[in-house]
């Protein structure tokens, strides 16, 4: 049994036919950059998630950085988000000179806590963002309200729930804006990098696009500094196939979340899953006694995990100076102490599940 963590071979496999005249039309085109293969996925994934307005960049992290520069983040301003997270999410807020406050999670869903953000908002706060942890959204309805009534940006960081649903929207539609990431194992994933950001906002669009652009609004006149951060041709058109398979992905990983959940159930606490979303499973991590053991015997086994996140944000060395000691967000350090997700793609096989999970009753035996 060779058991993949995520299959990119075995997903490649089934799109080749159409992935490769296609990628071969785009080179003879010319057209690398920009061009009628941005346009067409900018627009079936603004159609697809249900906002106004996509505009794609080279990956998930720089549409965190632009999104925060378009909502006018600076040196000094405080932005709240999870220390449960990828440091992608905190590392931007860093890089502007701005200052992550981090508020803890819940202990089921592991999202950003709402009911703890009000207590972290000063004059200085600006924007929040709320990551959908593993493909599960966070609680948009109570982080919307919370935002509209101190005048705060919410930024979606939805690099890991392409498809997931809140309440029926798409995950992405909810917040000022929203970022997406492309980066090959996501449940989305282009073959190299890629990202996006979502908003219904037409003037906050102008601005991503400009800022995204070197600060221009016209050629060779920069209103703004701004970055350089482009998804290209290749990947849009790869992307664009992709996304007409993503439904039957999604709900092949919710299948597989499903038959995980019935073999583990007594053994370890399994991933929990809000009646008001629909859960993607990017990742199916469950928590358990004796982590580090299991995880040795995994690997001794042939089987492929990882751990999602070891070191929460607040404890990480480069974020010391931010000054948060070990005890201050107790549930996010606990969650990562017992943390570990299995493989997980929408090509896992009955008998690649049963493997792994009786590898781990085995263990706990
Ligand atoms: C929660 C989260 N935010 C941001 C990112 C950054 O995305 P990228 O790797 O495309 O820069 C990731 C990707 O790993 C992520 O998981």
């Given at each position: 049994m060779n058991i993949q963590m995520v299959d990119m071979k075995k997903q490649y496999a089934q799109i080749q036919s159409?992935?490769?005249p296609k990628v071969l039309d785009v080179l003879s085109s010319g057209w690398y950059i920009g061009g009628p293969e941005l346009k067409n996925f900018e627009k079936k994934s603004a159609e697809y998630i249900g906002v106004k307005h996509s505009i794609g960049c080279a990956n998930g992290t720089d549409a965190l950085q632009i999104s925060m520069m378009a909502a006018g983040?600076?040196?000094?301003?405080?932005?709240?988000?999870?220390p449960f997270t990828f440091i992608a999410t905190a590392e931007t807020i860093k890089m502007l000179g701005a200052i992550p406050v981090f508020v803890d999670v819940q202990k089921d869903t592991y999202n950003i806590d709402p009911e703890l953000i009000e207590g972290a908002i000063t004059s200085k706060t600006k924007a929040i963002i709320p990551v959908h942890l593993y493909g599960q959204a966070a609680d948009m309805d109570r982080i919307m309200e919370i935002a509209n009534k101190n005048n705060l940006v919410v930024i979606e960081d939805n690099a890991q729930g392409f498809g997931a649903k809140y309440k029926g929207k798409k995950l992405g539609s909810i917040g000022h804006m929203a970022t997406v990431s492309f980066?090959?194992?996501?449940?989305?994933g282009a073959c190299g990098d890629g990202g996006l950001i979502l908003?219904?906002?037409?003037?906050?669009?102008?601005?991503?696009?400009m800022i995204a652009n070197h600060g221009q609004n016209e050629r060779y006149k920069h209103q703004v500094v701004g970055v350089n951060s482009r998804l290209d041709s290749i990947q849009a058109a790869i992307l664009?196939?992709?996304?007409?398979?993503?439904d039957e992905w999604n709900s092949k990983r919710r299948a597989n979340a499903a038959k995980y959940k019935k073999?583990?159930?007594?053994?370890?606490?399994?991933?929990?899953?809000?009646?008001?979303?629909?859960?993607?499973?990017?990742?199916?991590?469950?928590?358990?006694?004796?982590?580090?053991?299991?995880?040795?015997?995994?690997?001794?086994?042939k089987i492929?995990?990882?751990?999602?996140y070891p070191i929460p944000l607040h404890l990480q060395v480069a974020f010391k100076d931010n000054n948060y000691p070990i005890g201050s967000f107790p549930i996010s350090e606990k969650i990562a102490e017992n943390i570990i997700s299995l493989p997980m793609h929408p090509d896992l096989k009955d008998e690649e599940i049963n493997f792994i999970t009786d590898k781990i009753k085995e263990f706990f035996q």
């Open positions: 159409k992935v490769e983040v600076k040196a000094g301003d405080e932005v709240i988000t999870t980066y090959p194992a996501k449940n989305l908003t219904n906002d037409d003037e906050l669009e102008t601005k991503l696009r664009s196939i992709k996304l007409d398979y993503l073999a583990l159930q007594d053994i370890a606490l399994m991933p929990y899953e809000d009646k008001d979303c629909y859960h993607i499973y990017h990742q199916f991590s469950i928590q358990v006694e004796k982590r580090d053991e299991l995880q040795q015997f995994l690997f001794d086994n492929p995990n990882a751990i999602h």
